[in-house]
């Protein structure tokens, strides 16, 4: 059967089902390997020849993971820090479970156990945070899938947790005035230039606290942020 990968591509996907053995599968990248590989493989089961156990190698989220995070997967995302806490507390629930068991019931019921469960310091987890969690576990899924360790990823059948909207909070006139006083009363010698940058451009934390004096215009009056 042709599959399609999430990135617009496609690869082929065998499927043997003899009656008496166990269903065998695998994924190629051309129809060609798959139908010879079908063919060879087939044959093989019929003379008795054939290595089921080594054809399904169990592998353990632990496993995963581990391979994930040697392979550098994590040194390209952002907000790693995050990721590795999700998949951390994904490892507690799942750590020792082989990779076909996590199917989307599974997932669906430890999604569950995490939005009823309360964080470390007794608040409840919001809709988007537990929808973060399921990210991160998706993207470590999709690499299994790439690996040829899974058939497909089981969060992609699982809808996401509706959020709640965004606060839109504005300053008022009174209250910027006393926050640069409270700035400039700061022990902080860099506040009230954080804050002023902040309110005048829009700027999030992080980036004025990246920026660096090369990345400053002051002739044209101009900050560039690189990310």
Same mark, same amino acid.
């Given at each position: 059967?042709?599959?399609?990968?999430?990135?617009?591509?496609?690869?082929?996907?065998?499927?043997?089902?003899?009656?008496?053995?166990?269903?065998?599968?695998?994924?190629?990248?051309?129809?060609?390997?798959?139908?010879?590989?079908?063919?060879?493989?087939?044959?093989?089961? +019929?003379?008795?020849?054939?290595?089921?156990?080594? @054809?399904?190698? *169990?592998?353990?989220?632990?496993?995963?993971?581990? #391979? /994930? &995070?040697?392979?550098?997967?994590?040194?390209?995302?952002?907000?790693?820090?995050?990721?590795?806490?999700?998949?951390?507390?994904?490892?507690?629930?799942?750590?020792?479970?082989?990779?076909?068991?996590?199917?989307?019931?599974?997932?669906?019921?430890? +999604?569950?156990?995490?939005?009823?469960?309360?964080? @470390?310091?007794? *608040?409840?987890?919001?809709?988007?945070?537990?929808? #973060? /969690? &399921?990210?991160?576990?998706?993207?470590?899924?999709?690499?299994?899938?790439?690996?040829?360790?899974?058939?497909?990823?089981?969060?992609?059948?699982?809808?996401?947790?509706?959020?709640?909207?965004?606060?839109d909070r504005v300053l008022s006139d009174e209250e910027i005035g006393r926050l640069l006083i409270a700035s400039r009363e700061s022990k902080s010698p860099y506040l009230y230039c954080i804050v002023l940058m902040s309110l005048t451009t829009g700027a999030r934390q992080g980036e004025i606290l990246s920026l660096e004096w090369r990345h400053v215009d002051f002739d044209?009056?101009?900050?560039?942020?690189?990310?």
């Amino acid at each position: 059967t042709k599959r399609k990968n999430k990135n617009g591509t496609t690869h082929w996907r065998a499927i043997i089902r003899l009656k008496g053995y166990p269903t065998v599968c695998k994924h190629f990248d051309r129809k060609q390997e798959a139908d010879d590989w079908a063919s060879a493989t087939e044959r093989e089961i +019929r003379l008795g020849k054939f290595k089921f156990d080594q @054809h399904k190698q *169990q592998h353990t989220f632990t496993q995963l993971m581990e #391979r /994930y &995070i040697n392979d550098g997967s994590l040194e390209h995302i952002r907000s790693a820090k995050d990721v590795m806490q999700h998949l951390n507390y994904w490892k507690t629930r799942v750590g020792d479970y082989a990779l076909v068991h996590l199917t989307p019931d599974l997932i669906g019921k430890e +999604r569950q156990h995490l939005a009823a469960t309360p964080t @470390h310091t007794g *608040q409840k987890r919001s809709a988007a945070t537990v929808n #973060r /969690y &399921i990210s991160s576990l998706s993207a470590l899924l999709s690499y299994a899938h790439r690996l040829r360790w899974i058939d497909e990823n089981p969060c992609f059948s699982l809808t996401k947790l509706k959020e709640n909207a965004g606060r839109d909070r504005v300053l008022s006139d009174e209250e910027i005035g006393r926050l640069l006083i409270a700035s400039r009363e700061s022990k902080s010698p860099y506040l009230y230039c954080i804050v002023l940058m902040s309110l005048t451009t829009g700027a999030r934390q992080g980036e004025i606290l990246s920026l660096e004096w090369r990345h400053v215009d002051f002739d044209n009056k101009l900050a560039h942020l690189k990310e």
